[in-house]
């Protein structure tokens, strides 16, 4: 960026009984977001929660007008659906998301602004160190390669939810899946755009708050399904 401030950005945080941990995130993104970046918003998805997230995006909302709006499911609709809402609603140039339950900071975004160019697509994270539960590690080792074999992906971390993506291509791929696969259809899909995809290291830290809805058995159980039927329509069907 050469000093300057990065031109426009939509930042959005998919959340789901999130109410602990956003906002310390949001207070995080918009110290980042006010010196770094030149024409922002900051979208949260509240995905049905059922907790305090509604109120506490009630008060945010309040303490950051105009720069920070919600966007509700009146109920649970999966990650997929999540993203691809926030994906929606987001009216800059490039887009960045992580998840709301704060195992990323946003405060290292300036490092993939950094990396953007005229032929960049996709800017994705990969974690350094990941701070989970051996078995959330051991689960999410096998995930990752199996996806990465299967769909021929390239980058070596499709589960790391810190991308920052071109805006404009979103509308291209046309992204359909509404559970956690999203992302594999996400990066494959932006790795056969013919854009560039370039990556980076991110810290990843233990979650304080709540646990993670992927790791269910109904959930794994969904995701595996929807990873089949991708699939066969990406990679076998194409």
Not at 222 to 233: A, C, D, N, V
């Amino acid at each position: 960026m050469n000093g300057e401030r990065f031109p426009s950005l939509s930042v959005f945080f998919p959340a789901y009984n999130d109410a602990p941990s956003l906002p310390e995130l949001i207070r995080k993104t918009f110290a980042m977001l006010e010196e770094q970046v030149a024409d922002y918003e900051v979208i949260v998805i509240n995905d049905g929660s059922r907790d305090k997230t509604a109120e506490v995006l009630e008060q945010l909302e309040r303490e950051h007008r105009p720069f920070l709006r919600a966007v509700t499911h009146a109920e649970n609709r999966g990650y997929g659906e999540a993203l691809r809402s926030g994906f929606g609603a987001a009216t800059k140039e490039w887009v960045f998301y992580t998840d709301g339950d704060g195992q990323y900071d946003p405060g290292e975004l300036p490092r993939l602004l950094e990396l953007t160019g005229p032929a960049t697509g996709l800017v994705n994270g990969y974690k350094l160190e990941r701070q989970d539960p051996a078995h959330r590690i051991w689960i999410g080792s096998i995930y990752n390669f199996c996806a990465r074999l299967l769909f021929r992906v390239a980058i070596r971390d499709i589960d790391c939810d810190y991308r920052l993506i071109r805006r404009a291509l979103l509308d291209e791929i046309g992204l359909t899946s509404s559970s956690g696969t999203i992302c594999v259809e996400l990066v494959g899909k932006l790795e056969r755009s013919g854009w560039d995809v370039l990556e980076v290291g991110v810290h990843h830290y233990p979650r304080r708050y709540g646990r993670s809805q992927f790791f269910r058995v109904q959930s794994l159980a969904t995701t595996l399904f929807e990873l089949l039927r991708l699939w066969l329509r990406l990679v076998i069907w194409r």
